[in-house]
């Protein structure tokens, strides 16, 4: 079976040319290679999928006849992504977080001048 059909199949991406675009630019490596979208997958094979600054490792294990529903994916693959990696995920939706509350938008004007006094509060401190 092919890489972007497998990809697809499995339900890593939603389609199969979502899948095939993967694989072009490198976001797909079967036992450390970059790959194109028609490469064969054979049972056994280690493949690394970069989606949403995420590593995910995984083996298969079966190829499926079709797209599969999510509850029967863990029959053809077995995922081995290390939590490291989620957790890193963790830490950068925090990180973005951090400032604003979401949904607040642009700052208002009120905002940007709380921010002015601030730094001019800062800077005089400083001197």
């Not at 072009?24 to 054979?42: D, F, L, M, R, T």
């Not at 977080?97 to 800077?123: A, C, F, I, S």
Request: glycine share 4%; hydrophobic share 30%.
């Amino acid at each position: 079976m092919r890489i972007d059909k497998y990809l697809w199949a499995t339900r890593y991406y939603k389609t199969r040319n979502q899948a095939a675009e993967a694989c072009k630019k490198g976001h797909v490596k079967i036992n450390s290679q970059k790959i194109k979208p028609a490469k064969e997958v054979y049972v056994g094979e280690k493949i690394v999928v970069r989606k949403n600054q995420i590593n995910y490792e995984l083996v298969v294990l079966d190829t499926p006849p079709n797209r599969v529903g999510a509850k029967l994916v863990d029959l053809y693959r077995k995922d081995i992504t290390p939590k490291e990696a989620f957790e890193g995920q963790e830490l950068l939706r925090f990180a973005k977080d951090h400032y604003r509350m979401k949904g607040e938008g642009r700052p208002t004007k009120k905002d940007r001048r709380e921010l002015d006094d601030y730094r001019n509060n800062d800077l005089s401190a400083e001197k």
